[in-house]
């Protein structure tokens, strides 16, 4: 007889605890997933956030119960979903939500993948994606792919929940598994994590391996975890990276300097000024000072750049690292596909596919490409002298400075718009460290995670 408990915006410290003491067992605990994803994911009236469900889920469960869990560590039987322009090397594709790459099976894991295969993590499946993580062309709806369709909110019907990493931040929302990976290049884990409710968290540049993920741009691509707390987030990092942050659980504000950008509030709407202005007083009430800054804008074309010059390159690499007899091989072979199948794969176009393709050289030599990696060592040096004073700085929503830079930022829920839409924060630092430590103390006075109505628990 299988044990029902609520799993509900459980975290993984509390699934730690029913582990240990056999309150659930792993195979329970994925079964009951399974079952959400079932009742809520699937049909003309689900969120479409999952791609693939790992076959093997069940199975690798209960070869884990199996085992003694005396000195198992923290993501032992955690059920995770990854986007789906993650590698895994078992009976699941690596797609990036093309029909293109539908049936890649790649040989091996990404890296972070070897990692939490062998903290006990179970995979449980892919999360649908903008596809190729919306670097295919311009149009096209946050959470769409030619493989899997788009990606509902969960909140209200017919609003976007962002991407690149939609399903990824749907599925989390939505309590369809414990966490997800997703990745960010430029906004896509700090936007979906925004408009879903949750800790979107993309670590500094570096902290973590791309190795094995279907690339735009190894500048700028970043991968991290999507998360309903801030110390489950932090609970990830520290068991996949080679630099774990030393944790302060009872961390308290008094002191601390919390940079505030100005130009973010200057554009905001009333409500979105009022709901800002609601959670700076609360921080002023816990002895944080507040410092007003101004962030430069970053251009959308420096960005654009970065993208161009290096995605043809990456791409390239990636695919010619697929097992030897998988047919695409090159960007030109992706392109030709589309072209091939276009009424199922071009609904939007393949405007940055080709532009990548036809204008770029592959070997990141333009001059432009050098200049602006010149400009990205000039923004980060600025960058580095307006933090110098703050512990942290709340930029509100997403800010191209952060990626451009490869500075770590995570969210913070803070509650609802009146329409029904999650607002919460942006906030980044310096280090990794910093961000954590002072985003988990930030989360304790001013969050407020609401799940969405429709799930029913």
Same mark, same amino acid.
């Given at each position: 007889?299988?044990?029902?408990?609520?799993?509900?915006?459980?975290?993984?410290?509390?699934?730690?605890?029913?582990?240990?003491?056999?309150?659930? $067992? *792993?195979?329970?605990?994925?079964?009951?997933?399974?079952?959400?994803?079932?009742?809520?994911?699937?049909?003309?009236?689900?969120?479409?956030?999952?791609?693939?469900?790992?076959?093997?889920?069940?199975?690798?469960?209960?070869?884990?119960?199996?085992?003694?869990?005396?000195?198992?560590?923290?993501?032992?039987?955690?059920?995770?979903?990854?986007?789906?322009?993650?590698?895994?090397?078992?009976?699941?594709?690596?797609?990036?939500? $093309?029909?293109?790459?539908?049936?890649?099976?790649?040989?091996?894991?990404?890296?972070?993948?070897?990692?939490?295969?062998?903290?006990?993590?179970? *995979?449980?499946?892919?999360?649908?994606?903008?596809?190729?993580?919306?670097?295919?062309?311009?149009?096209?709806?946050?959470?769409?792919?030619?493989?899997?369709?788009?990606?509902?909110?969960?909140? &209200?019907?017919?609003?976007?929940?962002?991407?690149?990493?939609?399903?990824?931040?749907?599925? &989390?929302?939505?309590?369809?598994?414990?966490?997800?990976?997703?990745?960010?290049?430029?906004?896509?884990?700090?936007?979906?994590?925004?408009?879903?409710?949750?800790?979107?968290?993309?670590?500094?540049?570096?902290?973590?391996?791309?190795?094995?993920?279907?690339? *735009?741009?190894?500048?700028?691509?970043?991968?991290?975890?999507?998360?309903?707390?801030?110390?489950?987030?932090?609970?990830?990092?520290?068991?996949?990276?080679?630099?774990?942050?030393?944790? #302060?659980?009872?961390?308290?504000?008094?002191?601390?300097?919390?940079?505030?950008?100005?130009?973010?509030?200057?554009?905001?709407?009333?409500?979105?000024?009022?709901?800002?202005?609601?959670?700076?007083?609360?921080?002023?009430?816990?002895?944080?000072?507040?410092?007003?800054?101004?962030?430069?804008?970053?251009?959308?074309?420096?960005?654009?750049?970065?993208?161009?010059?290096?995605?043809?390159?990456?791409?390239?690499?990636?695919?010619?690292?697929?097992?030897?007899?998988?047919?695409?091989?090159?960007?030109?072979?992706?392109?030709?596909?589309?072209?091939?199948?276009?009424?199922?794969?071009?609904?939007?176009?393949?405007?940055?596919?080709?532009?990548?393709?036809?204008?770029?050289?592959?070997?990141? #030599?333009?001059?432009?490409?050098?200049?602006?990696?010149?400009?990205?060592?000039?923004?980060?040096?600025?960058?580095?002298?307006?933090?110098?004073?703050?512990?942290?700085?709340? &930029?509100?929503?997403?800010?191209?400075? &952060?990626?451009?830079?490869?500075?770590?930022?995570?969210?913070?829920?803070?509650?609802?718009?009146?329409?029904?839409?999650?607002?919460?924060?942006?906030? *980044?630092?310096?280090?990794?460290?910093?961000?954590?430590? #002072?985003?988990?103390?930030?989360?304790?006075?001013?969050?407020?995670?609401?799940?969405?109505?429709?799930?029913?628990?």
């Amino acid at each position: 007889m299988v044990t029902k408990i609520n799993l509900c915006e459980i975290t993984i410290t509390e699934l730690n605890e029913m582990i240990r003491n056999k309150t659930l $067992s *792993i195979k329970e605990i994925v079964s009951q997933y399974l079952e959400q994803i079932d009742s809520f994911d699937k049909g003309s009236k689900g969120l479409n956030a999952i791609l693939e469900i790992n076959p093997d889920a069940l199975t690798i469960a209960e070869e884990l119960d199996g085992r003694n869990k005396k000195d198992c560590g923290l993501l032992y039987g955690v059920p995770i979903l990854l986007k789906d322009n993650i590698n895994t090397a078992d009976n699941l594709h690596t797609s990036a939500g $093309s029909l293109a790459l539908a049936d890649s099976s790649p040989a091996t894991d990404a890296e972070i993948v070897k990692i939490l295969r062998k903290k006990g993590a179970v *995979i449980l499946g892919k999360t649908n994606m903008t596809e190729f993580a919306n670097y295919m062309t311009k149009g096209m709806p946050d959470g769409y792919s030619s493989k899997g369709g788009i990606v509902k909110s969960p909140y &209200v019907l017919g609003e976007s929940p962002a991407g690149s990493s939609t399903g990824s931040g749907v599925a &989390v929302t939505a309590n369809l598994c414990m966490a997800a990976l997703g990745t960010d290049t430029s906004g896509s884990i700090i936007s979906p994590g925004l408009k879903n409710g949750i800790v979107g968290y993309r670590p500094s540049q570096g902290a973590l391996s791309i190795k094995g993920i279907a690339p *735009i741009s190894f500048t700028l691509d970043m991968v991290g975890p999507m998360t309903r707390t801030v110390e489950d987030a932090i609970i990830i990092f520290n068991e996949v990276s080679a630099n774990k942050v030393h944790f #302060t659980e009872n961390k308290s504000l008094r002191g601390t300097v919390i940079g505030i950008d100005q130009s973010a509030i200057d554009n905001m709407s009333q409500e979105e000024e009022k709901k800002a202005n609601s959670v700076l007083d609360k921080l002023k009430e816990t002895g944080a000072t507040l410092k007003r800054i101004h962030l430069k804008t970053i251009s959308n074309k420096k960005m654009d750049d970065i993208k161009k010059y290096e995605f043809k390159y990456a791409m390239n690499q990636y695919l010619a690292e697929l097992p030897l007899d998988y047919k695409i091989r090159n960007l030109k072979d992706i392109i030709e596909f589309n072209d091939l199948h276009r009424e199922e794969t071009l609904k939007y176009g393949q405007i940055l596919l080709q532009g990548a393709q036809d204008n770029t050289s592959g070997e990141m #030599t333009e001059s432009i490409y050098l200049d602006t990696l010149k400009d990205v060592e000039t923004t980060k040096r600025y960058m580095k002298d307006q933090l110098k004073d703050v512990n942290v700085c709340i &930029v509100f929503k997403d800010h191209p400075i &952060v990626q451009y830079t490869g500075l770590p930022a995570i969210t913070v829920p803070c509650g609802l718009y009146n329409d029904g839409m999650p607002f919460g924060i942006n906030i *980044i630092a310096q280090t990794d460290e910093e961000l954590l430590n #002072t985003a988990y103390a930030i989360e304790q006075t001013v969050g407020r995670r609401v799940k969405p109505k429709f799930i029913g628990y």
